[in-house]
């Protein structure tokens, strides 16, 4: 049987996210054990294991009420979470309980300082990983206790996988983030499309995740910070905006190669203002 995956809304805006088999269940950051429970009684499942990405408490809750349930291991790379059965340490790779899916523990610090992704390159016919609240459709976690460079270097790490990867991350916020987006480049075509596609989804009450790379590359500002930082409108259209909203957070004509971190750290000191 080959593998499904599953997103379980909860709370206002998260997502559970579930790989089954039809067998066995793996569910990464549980924030309640309700949409968990529900979903293996209903069709059956075992769980197997469970992955947290960071410790805030919208992405471990449910692991006390879940854990009786858990045959296999709670898994995650920071001593903030509790109930933790096996401690990884990232960058390194594991091997899913009751299953052949090879799992790599990314460290995609920044949102927070231990925060980690995980990738597994052969879930599905594409790889899928699990990012948490570093990168979200069209825009990134906020910084909590990492750095702004260590967010940097995630989304650097993150945009080294295949471009048909599957993006799995913890919250429904793509329509806000392309809303900002466009707020800077708001003639630009391939955001106007998502978003178009992202506001039918949300309509209809369906998910705009998963995402992939491939389309983060065109629509998500701060991977487009990083690839093309000499765009040109794009780059007006930040320096507008940061006028308008940020006058005091200075220049961002700064040296070559300084010049993607500078457009991303803009990126992200606006979106806390808009
Ligand atoms: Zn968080």
Redesign the pocket.
């Known amino acids: 049987m080959p593998y499904q995956l599953i997103a379980l809304p909860c709370r206002t805006d998260n997502y559970i996210w579930l790989i089954h088999n039809d067998t066995h269940a793996w569910v990464i950051d549980p924030s309640l054990a309700a949409p968990v429970r529900n979903y293996i009684v209903r069709h059956n499942l075992i769980l197997a294991d469970i992955l947290i990405t ?1 410790h ?1 408490h ?2 471990v809750e449910g692991i006390s009420e879940l854990a009786p349930l858990v045959t296999g291991r709670i898994i995650g790379d920071s001593e903030r979470i509790a109930g933790l059965t096996e401690r990884v340490h990232a960058p390194c790779q594991l091997i899913l309980s009751h299953s052949d899916i090879i799992v790599q523990v990314l460290p995609t610090a920044g ?2 300082f231990d ?1 980690v992704s995980y990738y597994c390159p052969h879930l599905l016919q594409t790889g899928v990983l699990f990012c ?2 570093t990168l979200f459709s069209g825009g990134c ?1 906020r910084i ?1 206790d990492g750095t702004l460079q260590q967010l940097f270097d995630s989304f650097k790490r993150i945009m080294q996988l295949p471009d048909e990867t599957q993006i799995a991350c ?1 919250h429904e916020y793509t329509e806000a983030n392309l809303n900002f987006a466009l707020a800077i480049q708001s003639s630009h075509l391939p955001t106007q499309n998502h978003l178009n596609q992202v506001k039918y989804a949300r309509a209809n009450g369906w998910a705009s995740l998963p995402s992939t790379l491939a389309v983060e590359k065109r629509i998500n500002p701060y991977c487009r910070a990083i690839m093309a930082p000499q765009d040109s409108d794009w780059k007006a259209g930040l320096k507008a905006l940061a006028a308008q909203y940020a006058p005091d957070l200075g220049t961002i004509d700064v040296s070559e190669e300084d010049l993607a971190f500078s457009l991303f750290s803009l990126c992200r000191a606006l979106k806390n203002r808009f």
Do not use: I, N, Q, V
Request: hydrophobic content about 15%.
């Open positions: 960071h805030h919208d992405h949102h927070t925060h948490g609240d976690g909590f913890a």
